[in-house]
């Protein structure tokens, strides 16, 4: 079975600095999906970014990167320049590509952005 | 192009009566997945239905159960609900076959349980 850890239940951040969101997973599959999924309070949950376990490069968008490193399992994400907009629970999750409807999710981070 | 629609958005049972939920994908998709949400088990997978069939199902009792339409369309129903069944209730469409991985989640159906 698969695992996703989140051992951060909250952190918080000053307005234009940087967090970084630990994420762990355990899985015996070799191709698989990564994500971190943002979920605004009341508001829907989004994909903020995904990496494919087959590409060694970090995925990147705009003020969001992770930190990949496929031997420990683990798949860090990378606030830059925090914004209010930002403050929201973020999930990681695991999907193998045989069944990518199917994520795993971690417990999940709530991130609080002060002013 | 519209999102993922669940409807309802908040509904009240009592223990015992059952309850059905609707999900809408984004016009293309095929896969339909459910999930339930709550503060205790966080997220967890229900099950997902692709061109009106289940491909797989979570580790729930058969009292969760669910279906798909021709138009991908897909209801969820939970038979004779249990005080431990309040939850948000997540749908998510993909296109299901060489796609990226990536859901799109709705909104979510919010059900308590009295």
């Known amino acids: 079975a698969q695992t996703v850890t989140q051992s951060q239940p909250e952190m918080s951040v000053q307005e234009a600095e940087t967090v970084t969101l630990s994420c762990t997973y355990d899985?015996?599959?070799?191709?698989?999906?990564l994500f971190w999924y943002k979920q605004p309070p009341s508001r829907q949950m989004i994909l903020v970014i995904r990496?494919?376990?087959?590409?060694?490069q970090n995925a990147t968008e705009n003020r969001f990167s992770v930190n990949f490193q496929k031997a420990a399992k683990s798949f860090s994400l990378k606030i830059s320049d925090s914004q209010l907009g930002d403050a929201a629970m973020y999930f990681c999750?695991?999907?193998?590509?045989?069944?990518?409807?199917?994520?795993?999710f971690g417990a999940g981070t709530t991130v609080t952005v002060r002013a | 192009k519209a999102g993922v629609t669940q409807t309802p958005r908040y509904l009240i049972k009592t223990r015992g009566q059952q309850v059905t939920l609707s999900c809408s994908p984004i016009?293309?998709?095929?896969?339909v997945s459910w999930y339930q949400q709550t503060p205790g088990q966080g997220l967890q997978f229900l099950f997902e239905?692709?061109?009106?069939?289940?491909?797989n199902k979570g580790n729930f009792p058969g009292r969760f159960s669910g279906r798909q339409f021709s138009n991908s369309r897909s209801e969820m129903n939970v038979s004779t609900l249990e005080l431990g069944d309040s939850a948000l209730y997540l749908c998510?469409?993909?296109?299901?076959?060489?796609?990226?991985?990536?859901?799109?989640f709705g909104e979510g159906s919010r059900l308590t349980v009295l």
């Open positions: 998510a469409s993909s296109y299901g076959t060489g796609s990226t991985g990536e859901l799109f």
């Open positions: 016009s293309g998709h095929r896969s």
């Open positions: 990496q494919e376990a087959y590409k060694q």
């Open positions: 999750a695991y999907s193998p590509r045989s069944n990518d409807y199917k994520l795993s």
């Open positions: 899985t015996s599959e070799s191709d698989y999906y």
């Open positions: 239905y692709f061109s009106e069939t289940q491909r």
